[in-house]
């Protein structure tokens, strides 16, 4: 018997070591525990959304605040950056040193501090360093959550029902951060409005601490270090490259179309915003819409399907027959891609052992965060030298490059794990 259990009165009273029987069916508690904690994700990851939808209407306001060029300001998404990569690429470690519940809670402490910081107008010193703390703190929660959400269910439609919120803040949070602005309101108050949704989350993981670690306690310390363990498996770097590209592709996309549109294709900057935000909107109602669908179909065929969108979706965008097909191309590459990665999480989840998860998770979140800093980076530099034509056939090749690392990913992910893996998986199935 663990001592954890010997000394928890409810525990003990529930499995009748306390000398009585329970008087009510313990799984109601769990039901119950499971939906606060899924609301709980749900209220972290559209957070997390509004954090990285409010940054493209804060340049500018920060820029004109400090008195330097956007360049300089733009440092601070560097930041963020780094700071998401370092804490992603350790985050199983950091979570079986702290246990998962003190993991979350570090990360939303982080955010929050970060947010209210920022919030009071700091040196430019300081505002080009406090988003260290916000791209740890959000990596933390994207990373501790994605995990969980994959471990609790083997069906895709709750991962793909999360990321679909992300999408929605990132689409809510411009809409609300310029109206603060349009109402007087200084830049800070965005921040402020950061800082509260922070505070609600810290509140709530609080609250729900002891639902937390019951959930997380059985895959959270065991023998062996789970970093090193899920590096040694060919289908996590794989997975890992697939988020490198992937991620790359989404983010270019959506910070780069809006030039593409109106200075190459010379549509009306009103337009070019509209169907910019249509694109990260297909995004989110992609993960919405066919999240039901990813529980009747399998992944792999899913994703297939989804790729073959995204592969159309560009050609119809690249096209130029129409400012109809170039609209319709952008919102049907958002919309294609959107499932893809909390699918490919779920695929990946389901084929390896508990306490490997994280490790796995959070080792493809730090690429995807390496994708996302350098890939639009470099698209900036390649339209720089050839001209924003040259933007589609950039981002093709980082789609071509997508669809390769699926590829190996489809026959790896059919593949039988190595044995010291095998076992785990067969362990931790039966348990």
């Known amino acids: 018997m663990s001592v954890s259990l010997l000394n928890d009165p409810d525990q003990l009273s529930a499995t009748g070591i306390a000398g009585r029987a329970p008087s009510h069916d313990p799984t109601d508690d769990d039901s119950k525990a499971t939906g606060l904690q899924i609301a709980i994700a749900a209220l972290a990851f559209a957070l ?6 409010t940054v493209g209407i804060l340049l500018p306001e920060l820029s004109a605040s400090y008195g330097v060029v956007r ?6 998404l560097l930041s963020n950056a780094i700071g998401y990569l370092l804490t992603a690429a350790a985050g199983g470690w950091l979570a079986s040193r702290l246990g998962r519940p003190r993991y979350l809670l570090l ?4 955010f929050l501090s970060a947010s209210t ?4 107008q700091p040196p430019l010193w300081g505002l080009l360093t406090l988003p260290l703390l916000v791209g740890s703190g959000t990596a933390v929660l994207e990373t501790g959550l994605t ?3 994959a471990r609790r269910s ?3 439609a709750l991962l793909n029902y999360l990321h679909a919120l992300f999408g929605i803040g990132a689409f809510v949070g411009p809409l609300a951060a310029s109206a603060l602005l349009h109402a007087g309101f200084n830049w800070s108050s965005i921040y402020w409005m950061q800082a509260g949704g922070a505070l609600l989350l810290l509140v709530s993981f609080g609250a729900t601490y002891r639902h937390w670690r019951l959930e997380l306690a059985a895959v959270s310390l065991a023998v062996g270090n789970p970093v090193a363990a899920a590096l040694r498996l060919r289908l996590v770097w794989c997975m890992s490259l697939f988020f490198l590209f992937y991620v790359g592709a989404e983010i270019s996309l959506g910070h780069w179309s809006f030039s593409y549109l109106s200075e190459e294709r010379h549509i009306r900057a009103a ?3 509209g169907l910019t935000s249509g694109y990260w909107l297909g995004l989110a109602l992609g993960r919405l819409s066919l999240a039901q669908l990813a529980a009747l179909v399998d992944a792999r065929r899913l994703i297939h399907g989804c790729l073959l969108g995204v592969v159309l979706g560009v050609v119809l965008y690249w096209s130029g027959l129409s400012r109809l097909t170039t609209g319709l191309g952008l919102v049907l590459t958002g919309f294609s891609l959107g499932p893809i990665l909390p699918t490919a999480i779920s695929l990946m989840a389901e084929r390896l052992p508990a306490r490997l998860v994280l490790s796995a998770v959070s080792l493809c979140a730090s690429f995807g965060s390496l994708g996302k800093a350098i890939f639009p980076w470099l698209a900036g530099n390649v339209t720089a030298l050839w001209g924003l034509t040259a933007f589609l056939p950039y981002v093709s090749g980082l789609v071509l490059l997508t669809v390769g ?8 992910s059919r593949a039988r794990l190595p044995e010291w893996c095998d076992a785990e998986v067969s362990s931790s199935s039966g348990a």
Do not use: E, K, Q
């Open 271 to 273: 337009l070019a915003g």
């Open 405 to 412: 690392c699926w590829l190996a990913i489809a026959i790896l």
């Open 147 to 149: 995990a969980f959400a």
């Open 48 to 53: 997390v959304g509004v954090g990285d939808g």
């Open 71 to 76: 360049t300089t300001v733009g440092m601070l």
């Open 154 to 156: 083997s069906n895709p």
């Open 117 to 120: 910081m920022m919030a009071l």
């Open 107 to 110: 990360g939303t402490a982080s």
